[in-house]
């Protein structure tokens, strides 16, 4: 065993391909970590984190029809949570060869590889940077963690200007940054994950909901409108970005974490996911005792279910174009990538590692 930390989030991409008429072109490519480890894995919670199975964690990107598989980021200790930056020429992750996590970037072929924010960074009390997410303006929110509590964390995308945001609020973490890169929501121990939002022309957290505490993982639409988030009851929620019209989008989802194992105690928070036109949620929900792929529109009205694979999907996310959804599901002993289009049909499996297929993102359209 060895102690690690939980990460949060990510996003997705693919290049054109030859399809059958009757189905949409799935363009891009796909970067994705991939883990390997020893035995079952495992995990648990300890105080100040998790301890977890010792794992292996490569970056590799795929394009859509399974072709061109490439490993652009060598194993290590656990490469993990790759996202592009929004112009799609950077493939951005977090790693912690050298025993402390740390946001690294290379090109999408693997080039040109460098560390973009460090622990020192933050000040000599910081150990670790992660749970790495990208603005639309191309900024950085991140968790910049002293050992015992998180603070949410900004930088630019080259690691410039970096600053802790509010960082007398307590333990805050799964960080998001609005569109227009004026906000900040997140969650976290402090006020019991209840949602909080920070201004930052004016960093004093403003709680967005008060009565509803142990809310994950937020994320704005496109349009910096919405705010749509999850809570341990396993259902899905929406709020407006000023704290109005709190809405329970789902009834019997049942899903928080995505487990590796049934001794992954832990999990990891596996989120829904906004598409490009702020339309509809693809999330993952229950489905006759299992995980499938489902999709909704942004009021809760009309949901769907995609797959019926009776194995456990989770990592829902929408391509660029809004027309197929990445997502990982069990083949065996790992999960492993597949994609589906919006409307439904048969799911493609991507992939067939010998390897666990864990954060997913696409790359962005030109």
Known sequence: MRYTLSAAPLLFFLLATSVPADEPKSPGLIAFAARRWEGEYRSRDIPGGVETTPVVGSIYTVRADGTGLRKVVEPGRDANAPAFSPDGRWLYFQSNADGSYQIQRCRPDGSEPATVVAPPRFGPSCKSVYGLNMASNGRMVMTAYDGRTGRVALADADGANPRLIAPDAGYLYMACLSPDGRTIVCSGPAAGYRLQRIELDDPKPV????????????????????????????????????????????????????????????????????????????????????????????????????????????????????????????????????????????????????????????????
């Open 207 to 366: 709680v967005l909901t008060p009565d509803h505490p142990e809310s994950f993982v937020p994320q704005f639409t496109p349009d910096g409108r919405t705010i749509v988030f999850f809570r341990r009851d396993g259902e899905i929620y929406r709020v407006d970005r000023d704290g109005r019209n709190l809405q329970r989008l789902t009834t019997g989802a049942k899903h928080v974490e995505f487990r590796l194992s049934p001794q992954d105690h832990h999990g990891s928070s596996d989120a829904p996911h906004v598409s490009p036109d702020a339309r509809r949620i693809a999330y993952v929900a229950d489905a006759d005792g299992a995980p499938e792929v489902h999709v909704m529109n942004l009021d809760g009205s009309q949901p769907r279910r995609l797959t019926r694979r009776k194995s456990p999907c989770a990592r829902v996310r929408w391509s660029p174009d809004g027309a197929w959804i990445a997502f990982v599901s069990f083949v065996g002993k790992y999960p492993q990538l597949f994609i589906i289009p919006d409307e439904g049909g048969e799911p493609k499996q991507i992939t067939h590692l010998d390897e666990a297929v864990y954060f997913l993102a696409w790359r962005p359209s030109p």
